[in-house]
């Protein structure tokens, strides 16, 4: 049986919070600011061409993935998360959207070449344009952002990749919107997508 001791942390002040806001929002504007548009419009681009999407990612780069399916399935695309009982199996003509930071996540990268063995298209978002995801992808977002494994500081002062997946988040946000902004679909109809048994 271990024995835990417990330290006292310094409280947290309004000032120290108020600064992080200032930290975090810097690192993603500037980190945001860095992303190709023309491979961003090239996602939305393969994602019209799909008759379905399916999008893959671990942790918390998973779950801004299920973030951006829900919003995809809005539009009213058919749309699945790898991993789920429902899932089908992915077939030539569909798209994948893979996510990791290190670009070389086991399962992402396995989920990938399979999508590449049966003639799926893929999108890849990660930090390594040199990684065993990205050379797999079709398009390759690269967020230029800290691996959860760099505890150095010198890309993020965040900790253990919380700027890849902010980051990751405005871009499948970002992508969702421009789709939207061209469907036209007014708002209350999508809404009618939404789930109602949750």
Partial sequence: MSVQTTTRARPVTADAVHHNLGLIHGEVLT???ALRRGDLADVARLIGEAPRVFLAGAGRSGLVLRMAAMRLM???LEVHVAGDTTTPAIRA???LIAASGSGATAGVVKAASTAAAVGARIVAYTTDRDSPLAARADVVVVIPAARKT????AVSRQYSGSLFEQVLLLATEAVFQSLW????TPAEELWLRHANIE
């Fill in 31 to 33: 980190t945001a600011g």
């Fill in 150 to 153: 760099d505890h150095g500081g």
């Fill in 93 to 95: 003509g569909d798209l």
């Fill in 181 to 184: 902004d061209a469907d036209g």
């Fill in 74 to 76: 809005h539009l009213g």
